[in-house]
């Protein structure tokens, strides 16, 4: 079975800095996903960025990008020029290249950008 | 644009009540889910479908059986409420091609049910 572990409860970041959110994964699978997910106050599920386990290089959308190191199983995403708009619950997810979109979701991470 | 559509949003229901939650999508996706989210726990999968009439179980069935007998719609059923399943269930659907490729899970926005 396949967990996703997000340590930190809740960060905080001044607007405009960058944060970091942490997440390690235990898998035995060679062909996975992985996804950030965030969920803002409307409760609304929004996929921030997508990394496959085969693709060597960092998956970047616009301010987010991850760190993907794969033989430490860690998964780690960049919110780079933080804003308002950015205070959610994050997610981080697993799923089974043959999953059909069954995830495994990590605990969350509660984001809170500062004015 | 792409809609999956919870029927309600909170819902209060009593100890051994019969419970249904309701899910619509309208974009023809094969597959359906039904999450359960919890503070600390994340959120982690009840049951899923992947056509008309068939469902597989998740980590998470006991006490929930599930009902997908039009493809645009996923019934979520507590035979009988208890308080431990007083929780946030969200509804997703997928389409079905090249897994996650190229693809996306949708999600609805949530009901709370609470059990009293």
């Known amino acids: 079975a396949q967990t996703v572990t997000q340590s930190q409860p809740e960060m905080s970041v001044q607007e405009a800095e960058t944060v970091t959110l942490s997440c390690t994964y235990d898998t035995s699978e060679n062909n996975y996903y992985l996804f950030w997910y965030k969920q803002p106050p409307s409760r609304q599920m929004i996929l921030v960025i997508r990394q496959e386990a085969y693709k060597q290089q960092n998956a970047t959308e616009n301010r987010f990008s991850v760190n993907f190191q794969k033989a430490a199983k860690s998964f780690s995403l960049k919110i780079s020029d933080s804003q308002l708009g950015d205070t959610a619950m994050y997610f981080c997810?697993?799923?089974?290249?043959?999953?059909?979109?069954?995830?495994?979701f990590g605990q969350g991470t509660i984001l809170t950008v500062h004015p | 644009d792409v809609k999956v559509t919870q029927s309600s949003r909170y819902l209060v229901k009593r100890t051994g009540e019969k419970v249904f939650l309701e899910c619509v999508q309208d974009m023809d996706h094969e597959n359906m889910f039904w999450y359960r989210q919890d503070p600390g726990l994340g959120l982690r999968l009840i049951y899923f479908?992947?056509?008309?009439?068939?469902?597989e179980k998740g980590d998470i069935p006991e006490g929930y059986s599930v009902s997908r007998e039009k493809k645009e719609r996923f019934s979520l059923i507590l035979e009988s409420a208890s308080t431990n399943q007083t929780s946030m269930y969200l509804c997703?659907?997928?389409?079905?091609?090249?897994?996650?490729?190229?693809?996306?899970?949708?999600f609805g926005s949530g009901t709370q049910l609470s059990v009293l």
């Open positions: 479908s992947y056509d008309v009439k068939m469902k």
């Open positions: 997703a659907s997928s389409p079905r091609g090249q897994q996650l490729l190229n693809e996306k899970l949708f």
């Open positions: 997810a697993f799923a089974r290249g043959t999953s059909y979109g069954k995830l495994t």
